[in-house]
C-alpha cells in the first residue's frame, strides 16, 4: 500500500509569507507526528496527534506553528509570517498505535526554503 | 534531559571493513532505543530496534544500561551500507515521539 505521503516536496517561501504543509499519513493509522530538520541535524519532534486530538505540541517553537488533523487523517502544518530560521525539512510521520510495538513510518518530507 | 548523542558526523571505511556507529543516550527510565537510516533521495526507515534484538542487513546494535550507550555494528561493511543513520530513543508514557541524534554519515568505499 501507499506509505505517508507529503506536499509540496518544496517549498520557497518570502520571509512573512504564510505556508500550509500537508501530510497523509497510512490508512488507518491513528498517530500523527511532526518533525523539523534543520540541515545537518537530526529531526526534532514538534507535534503529535492522536485520531483528531492534539495531544502535544510542546516542540511547536513559537505561536507561528499552528497544527490540525480535523477527520482524523490528513493532517497540515501551518506556519505564519516565515522567519529564516522556519528553513528546514518538515517530516510527518504516523503509526497504527503509539506504544513499544508500533513503529513510526516517515513521509519524504516537504523542504521548506525561506527567502 | 533526554537526549541522544552520536559523536561522529561521518564516518569513512573500506568494503569489509568492520564498521560501529556510536549512540549514547541520557534518560532517566527505561529506554527504548532505535536505528533509523536514510538512503540517499530515499525517506528515513527504521533498521532496528533493541526490543527485537534481531540483525538487519547485518546489523546489530546492543543497549548496554551501564554504559548508556546503543552502538551500531556490522562485522563487514558493504557499499550499499552507505548512508545517514540516526540513532533515536522513544519517549515512555503513551505518546511515544522520538528523541534523534544528529546523525552519522557513513561512507563505504570500494
Known amino acids: 500500500g501507499a506509505g505517508v505521503s507529503q506536499s509540496p516536496r518544496y517549498k520557497v517561501a518570502k520571509r512573512g509569507q504564510d505556508v500550509a504543509l500537508r501530510c497523509d499519513p497510512i490508512?488507518?493509522?491513528?498517530?500523527l507526528f511532526w518533525y523539523q530538520q534543520a540541515l545537518g541535524q537530526g529531526p526534532e519532534f514538534l507535534t503529535y496527534?492522536?485520531?483528531?486530538?492534539?495531544?502535544?505540541k510542546s516542540g511547536l517553537p513559537s505561536d507561528r506553528f499552528f497544527a490540525e488533523r480535523p477527520e482524523g487523517s490528513v493532517s497540515t502544518l501551518k506556519i505564519q509570517r516565515t522567519q529564516q530560521e522556519d528553513s528546514a525539512v518538515y517530516l510527518c510521520a504516523s503509526s497504527l498505535r503509539t506504544g513499544r510495538a508500533y513503529e513510526q513510518y516517515f513521509g519524504p518530507g516537504t523542504r521548506l526554503t525561506v527567502t | 534531559a533526554q537526549r541522544v548523542t552520536q559523536p561522529e558526523k561521518l564516518l569513512s571505511v573500506f568494503k569489509g571493513a568492520p564498521v560501529e556507529l556510536k549512540c549514547n543516550y541520557s534518560y532517566s527510565g527505561s529506554p527504548e532505543l532505535f536505528w533509523y537510516v536514510q538512503y540517499s533521495r530515499q525517506r528515513l526507515q527504521l533498521l532496528l530496534r533493541h526490543i527485537s534484538r534481531e540483525s538487519i542487513k547485518g546489523f546489530t546494535a546492543d543497549l548496554n544500561k551501564g554504559e548508556t550507550s546503543f552502538h551500531l555494528k556490522k562485522p563487514f561493511a558493504q557499499e550499499e551500507d552507505s548512508a545517514m543513520y540516526y540513532c533515536?530513543?522513544?519517549?515512555?508514557?503513551?505518546?511515544?515521539?522520538?528523541?534523534f541524534g544528529k546523525g552519522t554519515k557513513l561512507s563505504v568505499k570500494p
Open positions: 490508512s488507518g493509522h491513528v498517530s
Open positions: 533515536a530513543l522513544k519517549r515512555g508514557g503513551s505518546q511515544g515521539n522520538l528523541i
Open positions: 496527534f492522536q485520531n483528531e486530538a492534539q495531544l502535544d
